[in-house]
């Protein structure tokens, strides 16, 4: 069968007018670009690889939307439509709890989970360090933190998890992920009708057993002084959305002589989807579709029962055997890519292309070790900002690949997605894109291996969070392997080089 989007810029280069998908598709048809003998709804599956294209590719895309419903080529066209997500809104009535994010360098600022939570509890949470301000214009002050809590469910030996659901305000990579986490922000209302003692912690209490029973229908009494504990607080720069939120972590602990015949029976709110009890030690078996906060908190609270490995996702009847010529691995810096290209070129004879080196002798500037990665992402960042450049980028990779003489060729480190388009291109699509996915301590810990431990956090996220770097999580989406990097380096190579065994030997 034709190539739907090759079609589609074939018709809108001739008609030089923007169309929708069923025009495409009648166009298409007309010209016999593509066949439809399988097809029930092809203008369905044109419009929906467009919307994915531009989705993935944004500015970068061939394709653009020029009105609702209408595709057309964006080198044609000067306006781009850009359709509004639906979503629960925010209201602008709501006002949260916040502190200003610099009494948190004064207390002690750190990434990720802490046990000793008392003081922040103490300070963050004391009314005279903290205020209400409108939700809205808390999700775009980063001068403040978002007070939340985030409630671990415990029954018996199992912890309660949950799919967040499409009905609700966060984020859109959120949706779709298992958490283990319930709770929310603390609202003005939550001071109203205190009692005395909630002053002290303005109106956090309360707030936690009211996000709770609003999203679960808890038994009777099961929120109490001894049921419910503080267990840690969590700090996460490593995200936009982390930057604004601050979360103190509790367990909820429901009585074991509870009879609870189905965790559906506890769901009260919409965003709340299946609901689930599972075995902490079985936690870590599906533990890549976990949202971070919770693989953190499982990561920290429950280590000891849980096993946390790698595990090698490959498209549905997709063999590497089969498409095993040329390899582009991507990841974010520290996932593990590099290493994985290494076991390639060592182990099954691939000749490596790092894209860096290759990138770095097209613009004459020193190799990386020399110059420092943070220059080298401003020179590269600069660079791709043009299309003959980013042309000439990908024809540089294409003349290595061309150079190896029939030889297979992994590539290390592709940054952006119309390179990795436009040399697929002209490969005529015989390369496979696996994707390494990390999370970010993880890839810390990779990087600092690597690199040498005189690199801090702070300074591995500006690194991580440098314009450069910002269409690398993207690739995730158009990958037809994923490994889900998530433990040390010995069971990540271990685990595949086992899958790399079985598909190329």
Not at 9 to 14: A, N
Not at 106 to 128: Q, T
Not at 372 to 390: C, D, H, M, T, V
Request: glycine content about 6%; charged content about 25%.
């Amino acid at each position: 069968m034709g190539k739907f989007l090759d079609a589609a810029e074939i018709v809108l280069r001739r008609t030089h007018r923007p169309m929708n998908a069923k025009e495409l598709i009648h166009k298409a048809k007309e010209l016999r670009l593509l066949d439809f003998s399988n097809g029930k709804t092809p203008y369905q599956t044109m419009k929906a690889k467009l919307s994915v294209n531009i989705r993935c590719f944004g500015q970068q895309s061939r394709f653009m939307r020029s009105g609702k419903g209408l595709f057309a080529l964006r080198e044609f066209e000067d306006r781009e439509y850009k359709a509004p997500p639906f979503q629960k809104t925010i209201k602008s009535s709501e006002d949260v709890l916040v502190f200003s994010a610099e009494l948190l360098d004064r207390v002690k600022k750190f990434n990720g989970i802490s046990h000793d939570y008392e003081p922040y509890a103490k300070i963050l949470l004391n009314i005279n360090n903290t205020k209400f301000m409108s939700r809205i214009l808390a999700e775009t002050d980063p001068v403040y933190k978002q007070v939340l809590s985030y409630v671990i469910v415990k029954w018996r030996e199992s912890i309660l998890r949950f799919v967040r659901g499409s009905y609700t305000s966060v984020q859109t990579y959120l949706r779709g992920r298992y958490c283990i986490g319930f709770g929310g922000h603390v609202q003005s209302r939550d001071m109203k009708h205190a009692p005395l003692f909630s002053y002290l912690d303005s109106g956090y209490r309360n707030s936690v057993y009211r996000e709770l029973t609003e999203e679960l229908r808890l038994p009777p009494n099961a929120i109490t002084d001894d049921s419910l504990k503080m267990i840690g607080v969590l700090n996460d720069d490593s995200s936009d959305l982390g930057r604004l939120h601050f979360a103190f972590i509790h367990l909820l602990q429901l009585d074991d002589s509870m009879e609870i015949p189905s965790a559906k029976v506890l769901k009260r709110e919409k965003s709340i989807n299946n609901l689930k009890f599972v075995p902490i030690k079985e936690l870590g078996d599906e533990f890549e579709r976990y949202e971070y906060w919770s693989k953190l908190c499982i990561k920290k609270f429950f280590q000891q029962q849980v096993t946390i490995g790698c595990w090698v996702h490959p498209l549905r009847k997709f063999n590497l055997r089969k498409h095993c010529n040329n390899i582009a691995v991507i990841g974010c810096i520290g996932s593990g890519k590099t290493e994985a290209c290494r076991l390639l070129e060592r182990k099954y004879g691939y000749s490596m292309i790092p894209s860096g080196r290759v990138l770095q002798q097209i613009l004459s500037c020193s190799p990386i070790n020399e110059i420092g990665r943070q220059e080298f992402q401003k020179l590269a960042f600069s660079y791709i900002q043009s299309l003959n450049n980013l042309n000439q980028f990908a024809d540089s990779l294409y003349k290595r690949i061309a150079a190896a003489n029939g030889k297979r060729c992994v590539i290390d480190g592709l940054r952006n997605l119309r390179t990795f388009e436009l040399l697929k291109r002209k490969l005529n699509d015989d390369i496979t894109l696996i994707y390494v996915d990390s999370t970010v301590d993880n890839s810390y810990a990779f990087f600092k291996s690597r690199e040498g431990a005189g690199i801090s956090f702070e300074e591995f996220l500006q690194l991580l969070q440098h314009p450069a770097e910002q269409e690398v999580q993207q690739f995730i989406q158009m990958a037809k392997i994923v490994f889900y990097n998530h433990g040390g380096k010995t069971a990540y190579l271990r685990t595949i080089d086992e899958y790399f065994e079985k598909e190329l030997n």
